[in-house]
Protein backbone atom coordinates (compact mmCIF):
# COMPACT_ATOMS: atom_id res chain seq x y z
CA UNK A 1 0.00 0.00 0.00
CA UNK A 2 2.68 2.45 1.07
CA UNK A 3 4.57 1.55 -2.47
CA UNK A 4 1.26 2.31 -4.54
CA UNK A 5 0.64 5.58 -2.23
CA UNK A 6 3.93 6.53 -3.22
CA UNK A 7 3.85 5.72 -6.97
CA UNK A 8 0.80 8.25 -6.71
CA UNK A 9 2.83 10.31 -5.46
CA UNK A 10 5.27 10.44 -8.06
CA UNK A 11 2.89 10.43 -10.95
CA UNK A 12 0.96 13.34 -9.18
CA UNK A 13 3.85 15.36 -9.54
CA UNK A 14 4.83 14.68 -12.73
CA UNK A 15 1.25 15.58 -14.03
CA UNK A 16 1.59 18.83 -12.06
CA UNK A 17 4.89 19.63 -14.25
CA UNK A 18 3.88 18.92 -17.47
CA UNK A 19 0.47 21.48 -17.11
CA UNK A 20 2.66 24.00 -15.74
CA UNK A 21 4.86 23.26 -19.03
CA UNK A 22 1.48 23.32 -20.85
CA UNK A 23 0.76 26.90 -19.87
CA UNK A 24 4.32 28.14 -21.21
CA UNK A 25 3.26 28.55 -24.55
CA UNK A 26 1.32 31.69 -23.67
CA UNK A 27 4.16 33.69 -21.17
CA UNK A 28 6.72 32.71 -24.62
CA UNK A 29 4.29 34.22 -26.80
CA UNK A 30 3.68 37.57 -24.34
CA UNK A 31 7.37 38.17 -24.53
CA UNK A 32 8.12 37.50 -28.22
CA UNK A 33 5.07 39.90 -28.73
CA UNK A 34 7.54 42.66 -26.97
CA UNK A 35 10.67 42.34 -28.95
CA UNK A 36 12.42 38.92 -27.42
CA UNK A 37 13.45 36.31 -29.50
CA UNK A 38 12.95 32.18 -28.23
CA UNK A 39 17.15 31.96 -27.61
CA UNK A 40 17.14 35.29 -26.03
CA UNK A 41 13.81 33.48 -23.80
CA UNK A 42 15.46 30.53 -22.73
CA UNK A 43 18.84 32.32 -22.19
CA UNK A 44 17.18 34.56 -19.57
CA UNK A 45 14.70 31.78 -17.74
CA UNK A 46 17.81 29.58 -18.13
CA UNK A 47 20.06 32.15 -16.52
CA UNK A 48 16.87 33.18 -14.08
CA UNK A 49 16.96 29.30 -12.79
CA UNK A 50 20.30 29.22 -12.48
CA UNK A 51 21.21 31.27 -10.10
CA UNK A 52 17.80 30.74 -8.20
CA UNK A 53 19.65 27.18 -8.05
CA UNK A 54 22.95 28.22 -6.95
CA UNK A 55 21.92 29.98 -3.94
CA UNK A 56 20.05 26.87 -2.43
CA UNK A 57 22.56 24.33 -4.00
CA UNK A 58 26.47 25.37 -4.19
CA UNK A 59 27.98 23.23 -1.82
CA UNK A 60 28.77 20.82 -5.04
CA UNK A 61 30.43 22.13 -8.20
CA UNK A 62 31.50 19.38 -10.69
CA UNK A 63 30.99 15.60 -10.77
CA UNK A 64 32.64 12.93 -9.72
CA UNK A 65 34.39 12.22 -12.79
CA UNK A 66 35.18 13.88 -16.13
CA UNK A 67 32.71 11.32 -17.62
CA UNK A 68 29.84 12.42 -15.47
CA UNK A 69 30.80 16.01 -15.81
CA UNK A 70 30.41 14.66 -19.58
CA UNK A 71 27.03 13.43 -18.84
CA UNK A 72 25.85 16.79 -17.44
CA UNK A 73 26.53 18.79 -20.08
CA UNK A 74 24.80 16.83 -22.63
CA UNK A 75 22.01 17.10 -19.96
CA UNK A 76 22.12 20.62 -20.70
CA UNK A 77 22.44 20.69 -24.57
CA UNK A 78 19.67 17.87 -25.00
CA UNK A 79 17.40 19.40 -22.21
CA UNK A 80 17.54 22.77 -22.46
CA UNK A 81 19.69 24.92 -25.76
CA UNK A 82 19.60 22.12 -28.19
CA UNK A 83 16.03 21.18 -27.43
CA UNK A 84 14.92 24.78 -27.22
CA UNK A 85 16.47 26.12 -29.92
CA UNK A 86 15.42 23.71 -32.29
CA UNK A 87 11.54 23.48 -31.08
CA UNK A 88 11.24 26.92 -31.45
CA UNK A 89 13.36 27.32 -34.65
CA UNK A 90 10.89 24.86 -36.24
CA UNK A 91 7.85 27.08 -35.35
CA UNK A 92 9.80 29.23 -37.78
CA UNK A 93 9.32 26.66 -40.90
CA UNK A 94 6.70 24.86 -40.48
CA UNK A 95 3.19 24.95 -38.53
CA UNK A 96 2.53 24.62 -35.00
CA UNK A 97 0.26 21.02 -35.53
CA UNK A 98 3.49 19.56 -37.01
CA UNK A 99 5.98 20.65 -34.52
CA UNK A 100 3.39 19.22 -31.59
CA UNK A 101 3.10 15.84 -33.54
CA UNK A 102 6.93 15.86 -33.46
CA UNK A 103 7.75 16.89 -30.61
CA UNK A 104 5.49 15.05 -28.62
CA UNK A 105 6.13 11.80 -29.76
CA UNK A 106 9.23 11.89 -27.70
CA UNK A 107 7.78 9.20 -25.07
CA UNK A 108 7.90 6.76 -27.78
CA UNK A 109 11.49 7.60 -28.82
CA UNK A 110 12.68 7.52 -25.46
CA UNK A 111 10.64 4.36 -24.44
CA UNK A 112 12.44 2.60 -27.43
CA UNK A 113 16.17 3.93 -26.82
CA UNK A 114 15.82 3.14 -23.16
CA UNK A 115 15.02 -0.63 -23.95
CA UNK A 116 17.64 -0.69 -26.65
CA UNK A 117 20.49 0.70 -24.92
CA UNK A 118 19.17 -1.43 -21.34
CA UNK A 119 18.17 -4.19 -23.72
CA UNK A 120 19.74 -6.57 -21.08
CA UNK A 121 17.99 -5.70 -17.91
CA UNK A 122 14.78 -3.70 -19.72
CA UNK A 123 13.32 -6.28 -22.37
CA UNK A 124 10.13 -4.49 -24.31
CA UNK A 125 6.36 -6.14 -23.10
CA UNK A 126 4.55 -5.65 -26.21
CA UNK A 127 1.33 -4.93 -24.26
CA UNK A 128 3.41 -1.79 -22.84
CA UNK A 129 4.11 -0.84 -26.64
CA UNK A 130 0.61 -1.06 -27.37
CA UNK A 131 -0.46 1.15 -24.36
CA UNK A 132 2.36 3.48 -25.26
CA UNK A 133 1.17 3.58 -29.13
CA UNK A 134 -2.19 4.17 -27.59
CA UNK A 135 -1.36 6.99 -25.84
CA UNK A 136 0.42 8.02 -29.30
CA UNK A 137 -2.68 8.00 -31.41
CA UNK A 138 -4.79 9.94 -28.51
CA UNK A 139 -1.86 12.61 -28.41
CA UNK A 140 -2.09 12.59 -32.37
CA UNK A 141 -5.96 12.78 -32.01
CA UNK A 142 -5.88 15.81 -29.94
CA UNK A 143 -3.34 17.49 -31.46
CA UNK A 144 -4.80 17.92 -34.59
CA UNK A 145 -8.61 18.17 -33.26
CA UNK A 146 -10.19 17.05 -36.12
CA UNK A 147 -7.96 18.68 -38.48
CA UNK A 148 -6.06 16.19 -40.77
CA UNK A 149 -4.17 18.51 -42.73
CA UNK A 150 -0.82 18.47 -42.45
CA UNK A 151 2.19 20.41 -44.17
CA UNK A 152 5.14 18.59 -45.00
CA UNK A 153 7.95 20.59 -44.15
CA UNK A 154 11.67 19.56 -44.38
CA UNK A 155 13.70 21.76 -42.83
CA UNK A 156 10.69 22.42 -39.98
CA UNK A 157 9.73 19.11 -39.72
CA UNK A 158 13.93 18.01 -39.32
CA UNK A 159 13.75 21.15 -36.64
CA UNK A 160 10.88 19.47 -34.82
CA UNK A 161 12.35 16.07 -34.91
CA UNK A 162 15.84 16.84 -33.27
CA UNK A 163 13.94 18.38 -30.43
CA UNK A 164 12.40 15.16 -30.39
CA UNK A 165 15.22 13.30 -30.32
CA UNK A 166 16.83 16.09 -28.04
CA UNK A 167 14.46 15.28 -24.99
CA UNK A 168 14.66 11.51 -25.39
CA UNK A 169 18.36 11.24 -24.89
CA UNK A 170 17.72 14.04 -22.34
CA UNK A 171 15.86 11.16 -20.27
CA UNK A 172 18.29 8.21 -21.42
CA UNK A 173 21.11 10.46 -19.76
CA UNK A 174 19.12 11.27 -16.67
CA UNK A 175 18.04 7.21 -16.36
CA UNK A 176 22.19 6.61 -15.93
CA UNK A 177 22.60 9.78 -13.65
CA UNK A 178 20.05 9.84 -11.26
CA UNK A 179 21.15 7.07 -9.05
CA UNK A 180 24.57 8.70 -8.45
CA UNK A 181 23.19 11.93 -8.35
CA UNK A 182 20.52 14.40 -6.02
CA UNK A 183 17.93 15.85 -8.49
CA UNK A 184 18.37 19.91 -7.28
CA UNK A 185 22.62 18.88 -8.51
CA UNK A 186 21.85 17.61 -11.53
CA UNK A 187 19.29 20.22 -12.70
CA UNK A 188 21.76 22.80 -11.60
CA UNK A 189 24.36 21.18 -13.87
CA UNK A 190 21.21 21.50 -16.73
CA UNK A 191 21.11 24.91 -16.48
CA UNK A 192 24.55 26.09 -16.61
CA UNK A 193 25.00 24.12 -19.38
CA UNK A 194 21.85 25.16 -21.14
CA UNK A 195 23.10 28.71 -21.11
CA UNK A 196 26.86 28.19 -21.51
CA UNK A 197 25.80 26.11 -24.80
CA UNK A 198 23.68 28.43 -26.23
CA UNK A 199 25.88 31.56 -25.97
CA UNK A 200 27.64 30.80 -29.44
CA UNK A 201 24.29 31.56 -30.84
CA UNK A 202 24.66 35.25 -30.29
CA UNK A 203 28.19 34.93 -32.34
CA UNK A 204 25.69 34.28 -35.00
CA UNK A 205 22.80 36.25 -34.02
CA UNK A 206 23.71 38.82 -32.01
CA UNK A 207 21.65 42.11 -30.73
CA UNK A 208 19.31 42.41 -27.71
CA UNK A 209 16.14 44.57 -27.15
CA UNK A 210 16.15 47.89 -25.09
CA UNK A 211 16.26 48.03 -21.20
CA UNK A 212 13.23 49.51 -21.83
CA UNK A 213 11.51 46.42 -22.84
CA UNK A 214 12.88 44.92 -19.65
CA UNK A 215 10.86 47.52 -17.49
CA UNK A 216 7.38 46.50 -18.49
CA UNK A 217 5.56 44.36 -16.10
CA UNK A 218 4.36 41.55 -18.40
CA UNK A 219 7.82 40.82 -19.21
CA UNK A 220 9.09 41.09 -15.71
CA UNK A 221 6.55 38.93 -14.53
CA UNK A 222 6.21 36.04 -17.27
CA UNK A 223 10.31 35.74 -17.41
CA UNK A 224 9.81 35.12 -13.35
CA UNK A 225 7.07 32.70 -14.46
CA UNK A 226 9.42 30.73 -16.71
CA UNK A 227 12.64 30.93 -15.28
CA UNK A 228 11.16 30.42 -11.65
CA UNK A 229 8.55 28.15 -12.11
CA UNK A 230 8.71 26.31 -15.23
CA UNK A 231 12.16 26.23 -15.19
CA UNK A 232 13.58 26.16 -11.71
CA UNK A 233 11.01 23.85 -9.71
CA UNK A 234 9.32 22.30 -13.00
CA UNK A 235 12.67 20.86 -14.13
CA UNK A 236 13.89 19.99 -10.21
CA UNK A 237 10.25 18.20 -10.36
CA UNK A 238 11.12 16.47 -13.64
CA UNK A 239 14.40 14.79 -12.81
CA UNK A 240 13.17 14.03 -9.08
CA UNK A 241 9.96 12.13 -11.02
CA UNK A 242 12.33 10.53 -13.39
CA UNK A 243 14.30 9.35 -10.67
CA UNK A 244 11.82 7.56 -8.91
CA UNK A 245 9.74 6.52 -11.70
CA UNK A 246 12.21 5.59 -14.04
CA UNK A 247 12.16 7.67 -17.85
CA UNK A 248 9.76 5.14 -19.95
CA UNK A 249 7.14 6.39 -16.82
CA UNK A 250 7.63 9.84 -16.59
CA UNK A 251 8.23 10.71 -20.41
CA UNK A 252 4.94 9.42 -21.00
CA UNK A 253 3.57 12.18 -19.19
CA UNK A 254 4.46 14.47 -22.49
CA UNK A 255 2.00 12.95 -24.28
CA UNK A 256 -0.32 14.96 -21.90
CA UNK A 257 0.96 18.18 -22.57
CA UNK A 258 -1.51 18.84 -25.40
CA UNK A 259 -4.27 17.98 -23.02
CA UNK A 260 -3.40 20.79 -20.36
CA UNK A 261 -2.83 23.12 -23.02
CA UNK A 262 -6.06 22.68 -25.00
CA UNK A 263 -7.74 22.90 -21.41
CA UNK A 264 -5.49 26.65 -20.70
CA UNK A 265 -6.30 27.39 -24.03
CA UNK A 266 -9.98 26.81 -23.52
CA UNK A 267 -10.21 28.50 -20.09
CA UNK A 268 -8.12 31.65 -21.26
CA UNK A 269 -8.58 31.84 -25.05
CA UNK A 270 -12.29 30.60 -25.24
CA UNK A 271 -10.99 27.73 -27.60
CA UNK A 272 -13.85 25.23 -27.33
CA UNK A 273 -13.30 21.73 -26.34
CA UNK A 274 -14.33 19.40 -29.03
CA UNK A 275 -15.35 15.64 -28.98
CA UNK A 276 -11.99 14.74 -30.26
CA UNK A 277 -10.10 16.28 -27.78
CA UNK A 278 -12.15 13.87 -25.52
CA UNK A 279 -11.60 10.98 -27.41
CA UNK A 280 -7.88 11.63 -27.40
CA UNK A 281 -7.44 12.43 -24.16
CA UNK A 282 -9.44 9.28 -23.07
CA UNK A 283 -6.72 7.35 -25.42
CA UNK A 284 -3.97 9.07 -23.60
CA UNK A 285 -4.69 8.32 -20.35
CA UNK A 286 -5.69 4.62 -21.16
CA UNK A 287 -2.27 4.00 -22.83
CA UNK A 288 -0.44 5.73 -19.81
CA UNK A 289 -2.54 3.73 -17.25
CA UNK A 290 -1.52 0.55 -19.19
CA UNK A 291 2.25 1.34 -19.68
CA UNK A 292 2.68 1.97 -16.15
CA UNK A 293 0.98 -1.02 -15.05
CA UNK A 294 3.16 -2.93 -17.54
CA UNK A 295 6.61 -1.64 -17.21
CA UNK A 296 8.82 -2.54 -14.13
CA UNK A 297 10.70 -0.41 -11.97
CA UNK A 298 13.78 0.44 -13.72
Request: aromatic content about 14%.
Amino acid sequence: MKQNNSNLLYHLVAFITVAIWGTTFVSTKVLMLNGLSPAQIFTLRFSIAYMMMLMVNHKRMFADSWKDEFKMAMLGITGGSLYFLSENEAMNYTTTTNTSLIVCSCPLFATLLVRLVYRHSSRINMIQLLGSLLAFVGMIIVVLNGRFVLHLSPVGDALAFTACMSWAVYSLLMKSVSGDYGAAFITRKVFFYGVLTILPYYLIIPGWPSWDVFMKPQVVGNLLFLGCLASMICFLTWNWCISKLGAVKATNWVYFNPITTMIFASLVLDEKITPYFLAGACCILAGMYITDRMTKAE
